[in-house]
């Protein structure tokens, strides 16, 4: 008997300590953000919130006359500050439990950005799954002022066309917060972040006929990776280098590339499939590193006349190919070297990896050592299917 009142005073007592709504938040007294954007204000940090519109952005017959996000932006000492006094502006507690993406303005970036990623990790309110991107030439303000046409709500198309043009084209990379930390905290890698623009008119881009005209006077468009050294944006690399990045580090899922054909017009290859290898190696003191890649790819296009049924063609088309996509990657690495002195790739975790003993004596020191460091690159490309066409019907018209 004394058993049983002790096991129902204990599961009473239990009752009382598992109240789980004793902290909860009414989805009607939420305006839930979807993108965070952060600009330089001097000394001080503007801060612009894009929320959704729930009423704009459900299913009706009619469209809304309201755009279907709302801006609000405040300026503080602090990204939490500046925050917290959005709530002189909206009516309702912003909610950050969403957000897809961080837009950084490029001049903070230059500046740093270390400060704003221990708000956003430190803060329990952020999931580290959104991805973290840098306005290029502009501010974060004016890209999340741009409204988008088939996606309403404009982070979810930023979320989405990061994920579809790192999949199937290649110079970008989706980078996380998590990621980012890390990549900004180890001796033996660098950081980077793909850029994006607008392109057209960022004054017309929050007026709703930029999701009413065909030709938008204004538009989001990814552009590219910047290079970083800890938490500072140092430049940019171009398309080429870009694609030579992901390439070394075993980014690349899909993408399309051309080749010159002997005889005037070109060769287009669609990547299906690559392999990055990277291996460090300390003899006598002296770092080197090999990258070995396997490239798989199918003819997309030809616009020239040529035999697709010799085998000797083949055999010529991908030993240009090795050539054309180890030159993509040693400008990668030289202007990674040379112009901004930056270990984007990884080698020294790579060097790492192979000598813990010798990393131990350069990890200090590494900027430096990077920027001699031998590189060996070699490619493997193998041309697999011409597609559902053979020899080229240009062949077969008369000269």
């Not at 890209?143 to 999949?167: F, G, M, R, W």
């Not at 270990?343 to 790492?352: P, S």
């Amino acid at each position: 008997m004394k058993r049983k009142f002790f096991l129902s005073g204990l599961a009473a007592l239990l009752l009382l300590l598992t109240t789980g709504c004793w902290n909860r938040r009414e989805l009607n007294d939420l305006a839930i953000e979807v993108a965070i954007g952060i600009d330089k204000a001097g000394k001080r940090y503007r801060v612009t919130s894009q929320v959704v519109d729930p009423s704009e952005v459900a299913a009706q017959k009619g469209g809304g006359a309201r755009a279907p996000v709302i801006m609000y932006q405040a300026t503080a000492d602090s990204p939490f500050e500046a925050r917290r006094k959005m709530t002189t502006l909206s009516p309702r507690k912003i909610y950050a439990g969403h957000v897809r993406t961080l837009i950084v303005g490029e001049e903070l970036a230059r500046s740093g950005i270390g400060k704003i990623l221990d708000y956003m990790s430190r803060d329990h309110e952020h999931r580290p799954d959104f991805y973290i991107l840098v306005a290029k030439g502009t501010t974060a303000e004016n890209i999340l002022k741009v409204l988008t046409p088939l996606e309403k709500i404009p982070a979810n198309k930023l979320y989405s066309s990061l994920q579809t043009s790192e999949k199937a084209w290649a110079p970008t990379s989706s980078v996380t917060l998590d990621q980012l930390i890390t990549e900004i905290v180890s001796k033996g890698k660098d950081p980077v972040l793909t850029g994006l623009q607008v392109i057209g008119n960022p004054n017309k881009g929050s007026d709703t006929e930029n999701v009413e005209k065909v030709d938008r006077p204004a538009r989001l468009q990814l552009s590219n990776l910047g290079v970083f050294r800890g938490d500072k944006l140092l430049g940019w690399l171009n398309e080429t280098e870009s694609k030579g990045y992901n390439y070394i580090t075993g980014n690349v899922k899909s993408t399309v590339g051309h080749l010159p054909c002997r005889g005037g017009g070109i060769i287009v290859f669609e990547v299906i499939r690559t392999k990055s290898k990277m291996k460090g190696h300390v003899r006598n003191g002296e770092p080197r590193v090999d990258v070995h890649l396997d490239l798989e790819a199918n003819v997309g296009e030809v616009e020239c006349k040529i035999d697709l049924m010799n085998p000797g063609t083949f055999a010529d088309l991908e030993k240009r190919s090795n050539k054309r996509v180890k030159s993509m990657m040693e400008k990668a690495i030289k202007t990674a070297q040379h112009k901004y002195r930056s270990d984007i790739f990884g080698f020294g975790e790579a060097i790492h990896r192979a000598d813990p003993k010798y990393w131990k004596q350069v990890e200090d020191r590494w900027d430096q050592k990077f920027t001699d460091l031998p590189v060996n690159v070699t490619v493997n490309v193998k041309i697999r299917r011409v597609g559902s066409v053979g020899e080229p019907f240009l062949n077969k018209q008369e000269e």
